[in-house]
């Protein structure tokens, strides 16, 4: 089994915790990175994701009884509720907000007729909380998944992502398009994955991690999608919509619409409306390319690519910060770098950059002279490569 999973530390505080002995399997579930295609889901769009090595890790251990208990290691708090009525978004109103994810699977898999047994959960993740990497579907579907393998029963990756997703909706109240729950489930290492948000189809596309290097640049700053700003953007495209749907009824998303089509009816549109609009079609033609370059290893082309998408969120759909636009900026001046974006929600997270092998000193020593001189946080600037989607290890039959 691989060593990076660092399985009997965390088996130690599994028996710590619960005063049980070992559990019984490991769920992975990891973190992601959008390399572009940002804003673009909840619209019928293109997203180009990779999943990420860092992970939330839940090892379970069954019990006969109706009882869940699941505890986070990152909180030091633990929760319980029945794992035959684990409640409706409105019930167990005392429970922390982060157990409403975990709580919000067990429900909707109970509510899909799947049996779900009574068990310890112990969640333990490497990922950052609100750094733009997708911690709670990680969280969502890192639970289902031990959920179900301690029911001794499956799902499909699809439908599960979509009960994830489902799940955030309405037991944490985040409006999240479907990006990060399929890209968790199905990404594949060394290898990004081409989604189309109308269809659902996927396909994945080489990322050799031999080729060229993916940098990530974490401002340090927080924030939560639940929040205003998230829901704002996507009801100003809606907006924008139903204006285009008024001459032509046959478009269904943003994802039918054409720049030339939206410069048409801009008189019409309100500036922001028009702005936000240009972002979501613009970004959806740029992930288009973006896939096409990377088929061919046309990196230049990728980074320009990225440079103009993080031009467009920051100026037309203004969901960047100072932060990010500040590591983005030092990562373009750096030689090697082939373009760099914002990654993710935005409001704060992480930025990323796609440049030459061995480019990472230069720009971690630029950041650390530069950036963290002036922010308040300093900013993590790691390598990372597109890892393989989520999975259950057993560590012991379950019965
Ligand atoms: C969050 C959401 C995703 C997607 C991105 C922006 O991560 O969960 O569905 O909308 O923001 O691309």
């Known amino acids: 089994m691989d060593n990076s999973l660092d399985i009997s530390a965390r088996v130690d505080r599994y028996r710590r915790v619960f005063g049980q002995a070992s559990p019984d399997l490991l769920a992975r579930a990891p973190g992601r990175i959008n390399l572009i295609g940002e804003h673009t889901d909840y619209h019928d769009g293109l997203v180009l994701p990779i999943a990420m090595s860092s992970s939330l890790y839940v ?82 579907i890192g639970s289902a998944l031990a959920l179900l393998a301690l029911s001794v029963a499956s799902m499909d990756p699809v439908t599960l992502a979509l009960l994830a997703r489902q799940a955030e909706h309405e037991y944490a109240g985040s ?33 050799p991690h031999e080729q060229v290097e993916l940098i990530v640049m974490d401002t340090g700053v927080r924030h939560a999608i639940g929040g205003g700003e998230y829901a704002l953007r996507q009801q100003q495209g809606l907006d924008g919509l139903t204006i285009l749907q008024a001459s032509d009824p046959g478009i269904g998303a943003l994802r039918d619409v054409s720049l030339e089509r939206l410069f048409a009816h801009q008189q019409r549109m309100d500036a922001v409306i028009f702005r936000r609009c240009r972002h979501v079609i613009s970004e959806i033609q740029r992930t ?39 590591l983005v900026e030092l990562a373009v001046q750096t030689p090697g770098v082939y373009g760099a974006r914002m990654t993710g929600g935005g409001f704060g997270g992480c930025a990323i950059a796609m440049a030459r092998k061995n480019t990472l000193p230069a720009l971690r020593q630029t950041v650390t002279e530069k950036y963290d001189k002036r922010y308040a946080n300093t900013a993590a600037v790691y390598t990372t490569q597109a890892d393989f989607g989520a999975n259950v290890y057993p560590l012991r039959k379950v019965q």
């Not at 690519?305 to 932060?323: F, G, I, K, Q, T």
Request: proline share 4%.
């Open 59 to 140: 090892l379970a251990g069954g019990r006969g009884q109706n009882d869940l208990t699941v505890h986070s290691t990152a909180i030091g708090e633990t929760v319980d509720f029945s794992a035959q009525d684990p409640g409706g978004p409105d019930d167990y109103t005392d429970l922390p907000d982060w157990s409403r994810y975990v709580r919000g699977v067990a429900a909707l898999l109970r509510h899909n007729g799947i049996a779900l047994r009574g068990g310890w959960l112990l969640i333990d993740s490497d990922i950052p909380v609100g750094g733009g990497v997708s911690s709670s579907a990680a969280l969502e």
């Open 175 to 207: 409006p999240c398009g479907i990006m990060d729950q399929f890209i968790c489930l199905l990404g594949k290492a060394d290898h990004a994955l081409l989604l189309d948000c109308r269809s659902q189809a996927f396909r994945h596309v080489p990322l």
């Open 288 to 326: 288009d390319e973006a896939a096409t370059a990377l088929k061919a290893g046309d990196w230049a082309a990728f980074g320009r690519l990225m440079n103009a998408s993080h031009a467009s969120l920051r100026d037309d759909y203004e969901v960047s910060c100072a932060e990010l636009d500040e």
